[in-house]
T-cell receptor
Framework: AQSVTQLDSHVSVSEGTPVLLRCNYSSSYSPSLFWYVQHPNKGLQLLLKYTSAATLVKGINGFEAEFKKSETSFHLTKPSAHMSDAAEYFCVVNPGYSSASKIIFGSGTRLSIRP | DADVTQTPRNRITKTGKRIMLECSQTKGHDRMYWYRQDPGLGLRLIYYSFDVKDINKGEISDGYSVSRQAQAKFSLSLESAIPNQTALYFC???????????????FGPGTRLTVL
């Protein structure tokens, strides 16, 4: 069975400090993994995705994530948080079936930035 | 102009009413999706369509139906709305092709539906 777990429902960091949002997945196949961001009252926007190429994936706005198969993790990081990073972040796994019905969203992590 | 638009943006209705949510896209994508978002649950897939003649049920299709009127339009209907269908609804599109499951989804701004 496929699943995705975001380990923290809420993360709060100070502006200028590193950000770490954790995601673990379970998949019987070689999955594609995504991070999406949702700003208040907005739709979701792709931050980055892993599709079996380089394990370290760079995204927009200075975010990156590393696919670690041995740990079944795909944690999202950013070296220095900015106030505009405050949003909800979703980790998404697609196990590679042709059917879209297997897309699974994590429950989300709300990122707060302290001045 | 936004690539994926949803109408209405907000809707309040009563139990038992029929409701239609509409989605239009100008991205030229073949694939379209409907999701609902509930607090603490992430997004769950209701229906998806890989082309005009292809409609598929997602994880939570009971109580919903869809219509793909054209490549650019994908509507979601609640035949008889009930309070637990109160949620934020998102339409999304993707281009398809390439490695299965690897295509990026592009989301509309959402429709907030309240069923009293």
């Amino acid at each position: 069975a496929q699943s995705v777990t975001q380990l923290d429902s809420h993360v709060s960091v100070s502006e200028g400090t590193p950000v770490l949002l954790r995601c673990n997945y379970s998949s019987s196949y070689s999955p594609s993994l995504f991070w999406y961001v949702q700003h208040p009252n907005k739709g979701l926007q792709l931050l980055l995705k892993y599709t079996s190429a380089a394990t370290l994936v760079k995204g927009i706005n200075g975010f990156e994530a590393e696919f670690k198969k041995s740990e079944t993790s795909f944690h999202l990081t950013k070296p220095s948080a900015h106030m505009s990073d405050a949003a909800e972040y979703f980790c998404v796994v697609n196990p590679g079936y042709s059917s879209a019905s297997k897309i699974i969203f994590g429950s989300g992590t709300r990122l707060s930035i302290r001045p | 102009d936004a690539d994926v638009t949803q109408t209405p943006r907000n809707r309040i209705t009563k139990t038992g009413k029929r409701i239609m949510l509409e989605c239009s896209q100008t991205k030229g994508h073949d694939r379209m999706y409907w999701y609902r978002q509930d607090p603490g649950l992430g997004l769950r897939l209701i229906y998806y369509s890989f082309d005009v003649k292809d409609i598929n049920k997602g994880e939570i299709s009971d109580g919903y139906s869809v219509s793909r009127q054209a490549q650019a339009k994908f509507s979601l209907s609640l035949e008889s709305a009930i309070p637990n269908q109160t949620a934020l609804y998102f339409c999304a599109t993707s281009e398809g092709g390439g490695r299965a499951g690897a295509d990026t989804q592009y989301f509309g701004p959402g429709t907030r539906l309240t069923v009293l």
